[in-house]
């Protein structure tokens, strides 16, 4: 995910409230968040990437506040985290969907299960290895039924969005 440098209200040290409760979804209806709750405790699991650098199973609530992006294989949402140790953060959340072609109708529950699980590591591994200033870090991920990828949330989105809302922005300096 390319990203704009962010704000101090959305920097990821500072402590971030959210104003309202509920959200709404990109077609303009009112629902309530998806609260996912802690990962399990004691050691988590983690993936370790070819750069040797690991992405860990993040603990603490996730609550998914709002749709961002709705895509084939995943859907962005804005949402809070409240780290174990720390104040909550507000993030952005990546949800991978399980998608079946038609050769793969027959597959089990199980293996269904396992190929997303391949997927999350793979994404995860794809995720680390590319670390760059200009790439929002990978926070964590989230195992499981829904698979989750966890970043900062920018405020400004994207650079491309940015710039589509801001045509005069310095572009060099960006």
Known sequence: MAVSKPSTADH?????????SQSTSSYGRRSAPVVFPSG?????????????????EIEGPLILERIYFMGVYA?????????????EVL???K???CVITSN???????????????????EVAAWEKHSHPNIAPLLGYRSGDEPLLI?????????GTYLLANPDAPRLKL
């Open 151 to 159: 970043t900062h949330f920018y405020k400004n989105g994207n650079l």
């Open 75 to 87: 859907d962005v949402w804005r949402g809070k985290w409240a780290p174990p140790e720390g104040p």
């Open 95 to 97: 949800r991978l969907r």
């Open 40 to 56: 399990t405790a004691g050691e988590a699991p983690c993936y370790v990437s070819r750069s040797g650098s690991t992405a860990r």
């Open 12 to 20: 990821p040290n500072e402590s971030l409230a959210m104003h309202n």
């Open 91 to 93: 993030v952005a959340i």
């Open 104 to 122: 793969q109708s027959s597959l089990t529950p199980e293996a269904q299960a396992a190929r997303l699980d391949a997927r999350l590591r793979r």
